[in-house]
């Protein structure tokens, strides 16, 4: 079982579809521009700012979750 969710941990971290994060407002701005570059910093700064706090919170179960582990052995 261990095993598994290993597994499925280094799959999840390697192996992930792109997404575009924009709101429709900012994507209708941002597309009628010129150069995509705009668009492209502005879609991984949001990606980015979704991203910590599931880190942050998925850091913190881990903890609470080998706190108790090692309380019942």
Known sequence: MKKSKIVFLVFSFFFFLETNGQ???CRAVLESEEGQATAEGINDGIVYLMAIPYILVG????F?????NTLNK
């Open 23 to 25: 709101c429709a407002m």
């Open 59 to 62: 850091g913190l179960a881990y």
């Open 64 to 68: 609470i979750y080998k706190k108790f």
